[in-house]
């Protein structure tokens, strides 16, 4: 018997919503959304129902459905664009990866990549944040499982690997867990640490690396800017971004190391630690692909 996958009904993806105005919004959008990407409901349902393991995902969540009626990843896609994001970051998962550890993610929901120290490691995560920018993520925890950085992601095609939100803690000792995790990784923020580890995924795989424009970010709104506490275009600038015809920002894949001749005395020690730690992600990530 063939297996299927239906459109999620709106109270499956909203179960817990309580809020009269909220409920009555979201409701008409719903149905809105759903008579307008009907093709595409029907081409997400097959492909999920002849894939079994990205179905598995949808159904620990059904809310994951709303990336195809509402937005992912990229404001500017349209429903066949979201469509056609969506199944391609799952094959190329699949072919990237592997079946078998894309199961176990699943499964599990986050795998151990490296651990990086005595107190903090990588993690490569089914998003918990909001699926809209994202269904997988990197993220850095300390040993009590404190998210201390995310980073969601998707591939946009075999050789390209979309990087779609970067968020910090949100709680009151949010600074002191970037501080504490900055000592950790020898002098180099979170943020930064995730954008080197993409850049040495990327490497690894032969990806191109990308990263979203600021105004095309998923929780971007153009009369709403308490939603992006950082400016994403100032910040892949500072990772050696260019924007490109496509209005991605093409980030290097190089991971910048510097002679330690021409680093202070006083630091040197610090940069060695540090890229003696590059190296280590580096070695590891072969073994695990």
């Not at 909220?22 to 307008?36: G, M, Q, T």
């Not at 490497?203 to 990263?211: A, V």
Request: with cysteine.
């Amino acid at each position: 018997m063939k297996n299927t996958f239906n459109t999620p009904t709106f109270s499956e993806l909203f179960p817990n919503e309580k809020r009269f105005t909220k409920v009555l919004r979201e409701y008409l959008r719903y149905h809105l959304h759903k008579i307008w990407c009907s093709s595409e409901c029907y081409g997400l349902n097959d492909y999920l129902a002849n894939n079994p393991l990205w179905a598995r995902l949808f159904k620990q969540d059904l809310y994951r459905f709303n990336t195809l009626l509402e937005t992912y990843c990229n404001k500017k896609f349209n429903k066949k664009e979201r469509l056609n994001a969506i199944i391609t970051h799952f094959n190329c998962a699949e072919k990237l990866f592997g079946s078998a550890y894309c199961n176990q993610l699943v499964e599990d929901r986050e795998i151990c990549l490296i651990k990086l120290n005595d107190e903090v490691s990588i993690y490569l995560s089914i998003n918990q944040i909001d699926p809209l920018e994202g269904f997988f993520s990197l993220n850095i925890q300390n040993n009590q499982k404190e998210h201390i950085y995310d980073s969601s992601f998707t591939f946009l095609s075999k050789d390209q690997l979309l990087i779609s939100s970067i968020q910090g803690p949100n709680t009151e000792f949010s600074q002191s867990l970037i501080k504490s995790a900055t000592k950790q990784l020898y002098g180099v923020r979170p943020m930064f640490m995730l954008v080197n580890i993409f850049k040495l995924i990327a490497q690894y795989l032969n990806l191109e690396l990308l990263g979203i424009h600021h105004k095309n970010q998923a929780k971007y709104r153009w009369n709403d800017h308490s939603k992006l506490l950082f400016n994403y275009n100032l910040f892949w600038q500072e990772n050696g971004g260019t924007l490109n015809s496509n209005n991605y920002w093409r980030l290097p894949t190089i991971v910048e190391i510097k002679e330690l001749s021409t680093i202070p005395s006083k630091k040197r020690s610090m940069y060695k630690k540090r890229y003696e730690l590059f190296e280590k992600i580096e070695q590891e990530l072969k073994e695990l692909w």
